[in-house]
C-alpha cells in the first residue's frame, strides 16, 4: 500500500499569511495527488485534482504543485474561512490512502 | 445540483450488521463511480470503499475486506455499503462520494455523512 506524510501535523497562521503544506508519497504516484479540506461537522471539499488542477469554484489563492513523491499545496494568503484541516490523497492505485491531515488554526 | 443523502447510520453491537445507504441526486448515476470514506472520532479520513459505475468493478481497504460489501441500484440511484461482522474501530462518520470521471480520480461531491457506532 502507499503510506502518505503530510508535514506540519498543525501549525498556527494569521489572517493573510502564506502557507504552505507539503505531502509525500512512500512511491512515486506521477501527478495522481488530490487536495481536500474539511471543517467539523461539515462535509470535505475537493481543492486540488491531479497535482496542480484546481476544482471548481476553489479560490485562486489555493494552488498545488509536485509530481512524483513529493507535493505541496499553498495558501498564498490565508483567510478567515481557511482555518481547517487539509488533506492530501492518492488516487494512483488501491488501495487509495490518506495523509494524516494538517490542522491550519488561528494563530 | 449534486446532492448525496446518507442514511442508515446507528447503533450496532459488535460482531453485528448494519446497513447503510447513500440516495443520490444531480447527476447521471450510473456513469460515476462511487466510494466510501469514513473518519473515525479524532481521527482522519480513510477511503473504505469504491465502486465502478456499472457496478461490476469493487475496491476495498484491507480494514474492511472480507466484512464489507459494495453495491449499487443504478436504478433507484443508491450506493449501498452493507457491512457485516462490525467492531468497535469501525465507529465512524461514513461519507458518500461521487468520483469525477477523469483519469485522475478524485472525490468531487460529499455527503453529509452517517454515524456508525459499534459498541455493546
Known amino acids: 500500500d502507499i503510506q502518505m506524510s503530510q508535514s506540519p501535523s498543525s501549525l498556527s497562521a494569521s489572517v493573510g499569511d502564506r502557507v504552505t503544506i507539503t505531502c509525500r508519497a512512500s512511491q512515486s504516484i506521477d501527478r495522481y495527488l488530490n487536495w481536500y479540506q474539511h471543517k467539523p461537522g461539515k462535509a470535505p471539499k475537493l481543492l486540488i485534482y491531479a497535482a496542480s488542477s484546481l476544482h471548481s469554484g476553489v479560490p485562486s489563492r489555493f494552488s498545488g504543485r509536485g509530481s512524483g513523491t513529493d507535493f505541496t499545496l499553498t495558501l498564498s494568503s490565508v483567510q478567515a474561512e481557511d482555518f481547517a484541516t487539509y488533506y492530501c490523497?492518492?488516487?494512483?492505485?488501491?488501495?487509495?490512502?490518506f495523509g494524516q491531515g494538517t490542522q491550519v488554526e488561528i494563530k | 445540483e449534486v446532492q448525496l443523502l446518507e442514511s442508515g447510520g446507528g447503533l450496532a453491537q459488535p460482531g453485528k450488521s448494519l446497513r447503510v445507504s447513500c440516495r443520490a441526486s444531480?447527476?447521471?448515476?450510473?456513469?460515476?463511480?462511487m466510494s466510501w470514506v469514513r473518519q473515525a472520532p479524532g481521527k482522519g479520513l480513510e477511503w473504505v470503499s469504491a465502486i465502478s459505475g456499472g457496478g461490476g468493478g469493487t475496491y476495498y481497504a484491507d480494514s474492511v475486506k472480507g466484512r464489507f460489501t459494495i453495491s449499487r441500484d443504478n436504478a433507484n440511484n443508491t450506493l449501498i455499503l452493507q457491512m457485516d461482522s462490525l467492531r468497535v474501530d469501525d465507529t465512524a462518520v461514513y461519507y458518500c462520494t461521487k468520483e469525477t470521471s477523469m483519469v485522475h480520480t478524485s472525490f468531487d461531491f460529499w455527503g453529509q455523512g452517517t454515524l456508525v457506532t459499534v459498541s455493546s
Open positions: 444531480g447527476f447521471t448515476f450510473s456513469g460515476y463511480g
Open positions: 490523497q492518492q488516487s494512483y492505485s488501491f488501495p487509495w490512502t
